[in-house]
């Protein structure tokens, strides 16, 4: 059973900052990708960043390339997001998803299908 609890959403104003943190319960974290999704009211979710099981290999969304960076603390259970330069449209529910069984163990899943696990989300809110 893997279950997943995202941190650290808010409110921050255009330009600011934020660091979202998914803590794992999960007995083999080590081997999982991990990735984060977004979903605004109204769209689907959507692919934002992800990383390989050991931490080296990251993907992001065009959209916030060179702003977020994932990484990944396998020490701790833990995968994070620093969002830097928020947009107003980075408003959303984050998701954290873990992918038990990625196809490729040296490129990140980038598909939301591929993820087997998801936590609750957290809030983030960018004022313009």
């Known amino acids: 059973q893997v279950q997943l609890v995202e941190s650290g959403g808010g409110l921050v104003q255009t330009g600011g900052s934020l660091r979202l943190s998914c803590a794992a319960s999960?007995?083999?974290?080590?081997?999982?990708?991990m990735g984060w999704f977004r979903q605004a009211p109204g769209k689907e979710r959507e692919f934002v960043a992800s990383?390989?099981?050991?931490?080296?290999?990251?993907a992001y969304a065009d959209s916030v390339q060179g702003r977020f960076n994932i990484s990944k603390d396998n020490a701790k259970n833990i995968v994070y997001l620093q969002m830097n330069g928020l947009r107003s449209e980075d408003t959303a529910v984050y998701y954290c998803?873990?992918?038990?069984?990625?196809?490729?163990?040296?490129?990140?899943?980038?598909?939301?299908?591929?993820?087997?696990?998801w936590g609750p989300g957290t809030q983030v809110t960018v004022s313009s």
């Open positions: 998803g873990a992918d038990l069984q990625p196809m490729s163990y040296s490129r990140p899943s980038l598909g939301r299908d591929e993820y087997d696990f």
């Open positions: 999960a007995p083999k974290f080590l081997s999982y990708t």
């Open positions: 990383i390989n099981w050991e931490g080296i290999s990251t």
